[in-house]
Protein backbone atom coordinates (compact mmCIF):
# COMPACT_ATOMS: atom_id res chain seq x y z
CA UNK A 1 0.00 0.00 0.00
CA UNK A 2 1.19 3.69 -0.38
CA UNK A 3 -0.27 7.04 0.43
CA UNK A 4 1.34 10.31 -1.11
CA UNK A 5 0.94 13.22 1.54
CA UNK A 6 1.17 16.83 -0.43
CA UNK A 7 2.75 19.89 1.48
CA UNK A 8 5.57 18.86 3.86
CA UNK A 9 4.53 21.21 6.45
CA UNK A 10 2.99 20.53 10.39
CA UNK A 11 0.34 18.94 9.49
CA UNK A 12 1.16 16.48 6.31
CA UNK A 13 4.07 15.53 8.17
CA UNK A 14 2.08 14.81 11.37
CA UNK A 15 -0.05 12.67 8.98
CA UNK A 16 3.04 11.24 6.93
CA UNK A 17 4.07 10.34 10.65
CA UNK A 18 1.04 8.79 11.87
CA UNK A 19 0.85 6.80 8.53
CA UNK A 20 4.13 4.94 9.52
CA UNK A 21 3.47 4.44 13.31
CA UNK A 22 0.33 2.93 12.69
CA UNK A 23 2.07 0.62 10.09
CA UNK A 24 -0.51 1.68 7.51
CA UNK A 25 1.88 1.88 4.05
CA UNK A 26 4.87 3.52 2.46
CA UNK A 27 4.21 7.47 2.43
CA UNK A 28 5.59 9.81 -0.06
CA UNK A 29 6.06 13.45 0.75
CA UNK A 30 6.14 15.88 -1.73
CA UNK A 31 6.33 19.78 -1.06
CA UNK A 32 7.22 22.76 -3.19
CA UNK A 33 10.03 23.65 -0.92
CA UNK A 34 13.01 22.25 -2.24
CA UNK A 35 14.76 20.00 0.34
CA UNK A 36 11.87 20.01 2.71
CA UNK A 37 10.03 16.95 1.90
CA UNK A 38 13.06 14.74 1.39
CA UNK A 39 14.58 16.12 4.56
CA UNK A 40 11.49 15.24 6.89
CA UNK A 41 11.01 11.85 5.02
CA UNK A 42 14.51 10.84 5.68
CA UNK A 43 14.15 12.16 9.49
CA UNK A 44 10.67 9.79 9.77
CA UNK A 45 12.80 7.34 7.85
CA UNK A 46 15.64 6.93 10.85
CA UNK A 47 12.65 6.85 13.13
CA UNK A 48 11.71 3.71 11.53
CA UNK A 49 13.30 1.01 13.25
CA UNK A 50 12.47 2.51 16.66
CA UNK A 51 8.84 2.49 15.86
CA UNK A 52 9.73 -1.00 14.87
CA UNK A 53 7.80 -0.41 11.12
CA UNK A 54 8.93 -1.64 7.99
CA UNK A 55 7.79 1.22 6.35
CA UNK A 56 9.43 2.97 3.65
CA UNK A 57 9.53 7.12 2.99
CA UNK A 58 10.54 9.11 0.62
CA UNK A 59 10.05 12.68 -0.12
CA UNK A 60 10.39 15.30 -3.18
CA UNK A 61 9.23 18.25 -5.64
CA UNK A 62 8.13 15.45 -8.28
CA UNK A 63 5.27 14.47 -8.36
CA UNK A 64 6.52 11.53 -10.21
CA UNK A 65 7.10 9.13 -7.32
CA UNK A 66 3.34 9.89 -6.33
CA UNK A 67 2.42 6.98 -9.23
CA UNK A 68 0.64 3.79 -7.73
CA UNK A 69 -0.46 5.54 -4.86
CA UNK A 70 -3.73 3.76 -3.12
CA UNK A 71 -4.44 7.09 -1.58
CA UNK A 72 -3.68 11.02 -2.00
CA UNK A 73 -4.25 13.35 1.18
CA UNK A 74 -4.06 17.17 0.11
CA UNK A 75 -2.46 19.06 2.92
CA UNK A 76 -0.94 22.20 1.46
CA UNK A 77 -1.79 25.45 1.33
CA UNK A 78 -1.58 28.93 3.80
CA UNK A 79 -2.84 27.91 7.54
CA UNK A 80 -5.50 30.18 9.37
CA UNK A 81 -3.39 33.34 11.32
CA UNK A 82 -5.10 34.72 14.48
CA UNK A 83 -8.32 36.17 13.54
CA UNK A 84 -8.70 34.65 9.95
CA UNK A 85 -11.91 32.48 9.23
CA UNK A 86 -11.28 29.16 7.05
CA UNK A 87 -13.97 31.56 4.59
CA UNK A 88 -11.27 34.18 3.98
CA UNK A 89 -8.80 31.36 3.00
CA UNK A 90 -10.91 30.73 0.01
CA UNK A 91 -9.40 32.08 -3.12
CA UNK A 92 -5.28 31.08 -2.01
CA UNK A 93 -6.33 27.78 -1.21
CA UNK A 94 -8.39 27.15 -3.42
CA UNK A 95 -6.12 27.78 -6.04
CA UNK A 96 -3.62 25.69 -4.46
CA UNK A 97 -5.76 22.87 -4.00
CA UNK A 98 -6.64 22.92 -7.78
CA UNK A 99 -3.06 22.76 -8.78
CA UNK A 100 -2.23 20.01 -6.80
CA UNK A 101 -5.63 17.76 -7.92
CA UNK A 102 -4.85 18.49 -11.36
CA UNK A 103 -1.26 17.35 -11.00
CA UNK A 104 -1.93 14.48 -8.67
CA UNK A 105 -4.70 12.86 -11.21
CA UNK A 106 -2.24 12.91 -13.98
CA UNK A 107 0.24 10.12 -11.87
CA UNK A 108 -2.09 9.10 -9.31
CA UNK A 109 -5.64 8.57 -11.34
CA UNK A 110 -6.96 5.64 -9.16
CA UNK A 111 -6.42 6.97 -5.63
CA UNK A 112 -9.04 7.99 -2.82
CA UNK A 113 -8.53 11.65 -2.28
CA UNK A 114 -8.50 13.17 1.25
CA UNK A 115 -8.56 16.88 2.13
CA UNK A 116 -7.71 18.67 5.11
CA UNK A 117 -6.89 22.00 2.98
CA UNK A 118 -8.90 24.68 4.58
CA UNK A 119 -11.71 25.81 3.85
CA UNK A 120 -11.77 21.81 3.48
CA UNK A 121 -15.64 21.40 2.63
CA UNK A 122 -15.23 23.84 -0.57
CA UNK A 123 -11.45 22.25 -1.43
CA UNK A 124 -12.82 18.80 -1.00
CA UNK A 125 -15.28 20.34 -3.74
CA UNK A 126 -12.67 21.90 -5.71
CA UNK A 127 -10.41 18.58 -5.40
CA UNK A 128 -13.36 16.21 -6.91
CA UNK A 129 -14.33 18.59 -9.55
CA UNK A 130 -10.54 19.00 -11.36
CA UNK A 131 -10.07 15.37 -10.44
CA UNK A 132 -13.32 14.65 -11.60
CA UNK A 133 -14.00 11.54 -8.86
CA UNK A 134 -16.93 9.96 -7.67
CA UNK A 135 -18.02 11.00 -4.29
CA UNK A 136 -17.24 7.38 -2.99
CA UNK A 137 -13.21 8.64 -3.88
CA UNK A 138 -12.85 12.02 -2.75
CA UNK A 139 -13.57 13.06 0.90
CA UNK A 140 -13.02 15.41 3.45
CA UNK A 141 -11.03 15.49 6.89
CA UNK A 142 -12.94 16.91 9.24
CA UNK A 143 -15.47 15.18 11.39
CA UNK A 144 -13.45 12.67 12.53
CA UNK A 145 -11.18 16.15 14.16
CA UNK A 146 -14.09 18.04 15.37
CA UNK A 147 -15.92 15.06 16.97
CA UNK A 148 -12.49 14.35 18.72
CA UNK A 149 -12.59 18.25 19.91
CA UNK A 150 -15.92 17.68 21.29
CA UNK A 151 -15.17 14.02 22.60
CA UNK A 152 -12.05 15.68 24.57
CA UNK A 153 -13.95 18.43 25.98
CA UNK A 154 -16.68 16.45 27.54
CA UNK A 155 -14.06 14.01 29.03
CA UNK A 156 -12.19 16.89 30.68
CA UNK A 157 -16.01 18.09 31.93
CA UNK A 158 -17.16 14.92 33.20
CA UNK A 159 -13.59 13.92 34.42
CA UNK A 160 -13.67 10.59 32.29
CA UNK A 161 -11.53 9.35 29.93
CA UNK A 162 -12.29 10.58 26.03
CA UNK A 163 -12.57 7.30 24.69
CA UNK A 164 -15.85 6.49 26.39
CA UNK A 165 -17.50 9.44 24.96
CA UNK A 166 -19.71 8.36 22.00
CA UNK A 167 -19.99 11.38 19.70
CA UNK A 168 -20.37 13.67 16.57
CA UNK A 169 -19.95 16.52 14.93
CA UNK A 170 -21.57 17.02 11.34
CA UNK A 171 -21.61 20.07 9.35
CA UNK A 172 -19.76 22.33 7.78
CA UNK A 173 -16.06 22.37 9.09
CA UNK A 174 -16.19 25.75 10.71
CA UNK A 175 -18.43 28.17 12.42
CA UNK A 176 -21.53 26.60 11.54
CA UNK A 177 -20.46 23.23 12.44
CA UNK A 178 -23.07 20.45 14.43
CA UNK A 179 -22.43 19.06 17.58
CA UNK A 180 -25.01 16.29 17.92
CA UNK A 181 -25.61 16.32 21.37
CA UNK A 182 -29.04 14.49 21.03
CA UNK A 183 -26.97 11.09 20.31
CA UNK A 184 -24.00 12.19 22.37
CA UNK A 185 -23.36 9.33 25.45
CA UNK A 186 -20.99 8.82 27.85
CA UNK A 187 -20.41 4.80 28.78
CA UNK A 188 -24.06 4.66 26.85
CA UNK A 189 -25.82 7.23 29.36
CA UNK A 190 -27.01 9.57 27.42
CA UNK A 191 -24.94 13.07 27.74
CA UNK A 192 -28.20 15.06 28.43
CA UNK A 193 -28.31 13.54 31.49
CA UNK A 194 -24.69 13.82 32.63
CA UNK A 195 -24.48 17.51 32.09
CA UNK A 196 -26.41 20.91 32.62
CA UNK A 197 -27.90 22.44 29.41
CA UNK A 198 -25.73 25.49 29.16
CA UNK A 199 -22.45 23.90 30.59
CA UNK A 200 -23.14 21.69 27.39
CA UNK A 201 -23.41 25.11 25.26
CA UNK A 202 -20.65 25.95 26.17
CA UNK A 203 -18.82 22.88 25.24
CA UNK A 204 -20.37 22.72 21.98
CA UNK A 205 -19.39 26.16 21.71
CA UNK A 206 -15.27 25.95 22.40
CA UNK A 207 -15.97 22.70 20.04
CA UNK A 208 -16.93 24.90 16.81
CA UNK A 209 -14.20 27.29 18.28
CA UNK A 210 -11.79 24.63 18.75
CA UNK A 211 -9.55 25.26 15.87
CA UNK A 212 -9.47 28.76 15.97
CA UNK A 213 -8.52 28.55 19.34
CA UNK A 214 -5.69 26.12 18.67
CA UNK A 215 -4.09 29.18 16.22
CA UNK A 216 -4.62 31.49 18.65
CA UNK A 217 -2.18 30.09 21.11
CA UNK A 218 0.35 28.62 19.08
CA UNK A 219 0.10 32.47 17.29
CA UNK A 220 1.88 31.31 14.18
CA UNK A 221 0.32 28.35 13.06
CA UNK A 222 -2.65 26.27 13.15
CA UNK A 223 -3.38 22.63 14.52
CA UNK A 224 -1.74 19.48 13.69
CA UNK A 225 -1.53 16.99 15.77
CA UNK A 226 -4.85 16.14 15.67
CA UNK A 227 -5.33 16.42 11.92
CA UNK A 228 -2.85 14.45 11.47
CA UNK A 229 -3.90 11.47 13.72
CA UNK A 230 -7.55 11.99 11.99
CA UNK A 231 -5.60 11.96 8.47
CA UNK A 232 -4.26 8.44 9.61
CA UNK A 233 -7.45 6.85 11.20
CA UNK A 234 -9.10 7.79 7.71
CA UNK A 235 -6.50 6.21 6.01
CA UNK A 236 -6.47 2.97 8.13
CA UNK A 237 -10.24 2.59 7.86
CA UNK A 238 -9.81 2.23 3.69
CA UNK A 239 -6.66 -0.11 3.56
CA UNK A 240 -7.97 -2.02 6.35
CA UNK A 241 -11.61 -2.01 4.95
CA UNK A 242 -12.58 -1.05 8.26
CA UNK A 243 -15.90 -0.51 7.56
CA UNK A 244 -15.72 2.43 10.00
CA UNK A 245 -18.82 4.68 10.88
CA UNK A 246 -17.52 8.20 10.79
CA UNK A 247 -18.15 11.47 10.23
CA UNK A 248 -16.32 12.56 6.59
CA UNK A 249 -17.02 15.67 4.54
CA UNK A 250 -18.69 14.03 1.50
CA UNK A 251 -20.91 14.71 -1.62
CA UNK A 252 -24.53 14.49 -0.77
CA UNK A 253 -26.98 13.38 -3.24
CA UNK A 254 -30.45 14.38 -1.58
CA UNK A 255 -29.37 12.99 1.84
CA UNK A 256 -30.60 15.21 4.57
CA UNK A 257 -32.66 17.09 2.16
CA UNK A 258 -29.61 18.55 0.31
CA UNK A 259 -27.92 18.18 -3.06
CA UNK A 260 -24.60 18.91 -4.67
CA UNK A 261 -22.72 20.13 -1.71
CA UNK A 262 -19.74 18.65 0.17
CA UNK A 263 -20.57 18.37 3.98
CA UNK A 264 -19.92 16.53 7.18
CA UNK A 265 -21.78 13.50 7.50
CA UNK A 266 -21.73 9.79 8.51
CA UNK A 267 -20.06 7.42 6.42
CA UNK A 268 -19.50 4.19 6.08
CA UNK A 269 -15.64 4.23 5.30
CA UNK A 270 -14.21 0.92 3.99
CA UNK A 271 -12.41 -0.60 1.00
CA UNK A 272 -14.64 1.27 -1.53
CA UNK A 273 -14.13 4.84 -0.25
CA UNK A 274 -17.05 6.44 0.83
CA UNK A 275 -19.10 3.49 0.26
CA UNK A 276 -22.30 4.86 2.01
CA UNK A 277 -23.72 7.77 3.28
CA UNK A 278 -25.90 7.26 6.71
CA UNK A 279 -29.01 9.09 7.23
CA UNK A 280 -29.25 10.12 11.21
CA UNK A 281 -32.81 10.94 12.86
CA UNK A 282 -32.38 14.24 14.19
CA UNK A 283 -34.31 16.49 16.14
CA UNK A 284 -35.73 19.40 14.24
CA UNK A 285 -33.27 21.79 15.79
CA UNK A 286 -30.48 20.02 14.88
CA UNK A 287 -31.33 19.31 11.24
CA UNK A 288 -32.65 22.62 11.20
CA UNK A 289 -29.10 23.93 11.78
CA UNK A 290 -27.49 21.18 9.61
CA UNK A 291 -29.36 22.35 6.40
CA UNK A 292 -27.83 26.44 8.05
CA UNK A 293 -24.54 24.63 7.78
CA UNK A 294 -24.92 22.99 4.27
CA UNK A 295 -26.19 26.86 3.10
CA UNK A 296 -23.21 28.40 3.80
CA UNK A 297 -21.44 26.01 1.89
CA UNK A 298 -23.19 25.92 -0.99
CA UNK A 299 -22.75 29.66 -0.85
CA UNK A 300 -18.85 29.28 -0.48
CA UNK A 301 -18.91 26.60 -3.21
CA UNK A 302 -21.07 29.52 -5.12
CA UNK A 303 -18.53 32.31 -4.54
CA UNK A 304 -15.80 30.19 -5.58
CA UNK A 305 -17.46 28.40 -8.72
CA UNK A 306 -17.66 32.51 -9.57
CA UNK A 307 -14.60 33.09 -9.80
CA UNK A 308 -13.11 30.17 -11.04
CA UNK A 309 -15.41 29.89 -14.47
CA UNK A 310 -16.56 26.62 -15.60
CA UNK A 311 -13.53 25.24 -16.55
CA UNK A 312 -11.94 23.34 -13.65
CA UNK A 313 -9.39 22.47 -15.71
CA UNK A 314 -7.78 25.91 -15.94
CA UNK A 315 -8.48 26.72 -12.08
Given at each position: ?????????????????????????????????????????????????????????????????????D????T?????????S?E???T?N????????????????????????????????????????????????A?????????????????C??????????????D???????????????????????????????????????V??????????????????M?G?????Q?????????????????????????????????????????????????????????????????????????
Amino acid sequence: MKVTVLGAGNVGATCAQRILEKDLADVYLVDVVEGLAEGKALDLAQAAPLLGTSRRINGGTSYDGASGSDIVVITAGKPRTPGMSREDLLTINGKIVASLARQAAAVAPGAFVIVVTNPLDITTYIAGRVMDLPRERVMGMAGLLDTARFRTFIGWQLGCSATDVTAMVLGGHGDSMVPIVSHATVGGVPLTQLVPPDVLEAIVQRTRDGGAEVVKLLKTGSAFYAPGAAVADMVGAILNDQKRLVPVSAKLDGEYGMDGIFLGVPVLLGAGGVESVVEMTLPEAELAALKASGDAVRAAMEMWSSLAGDDPAGW
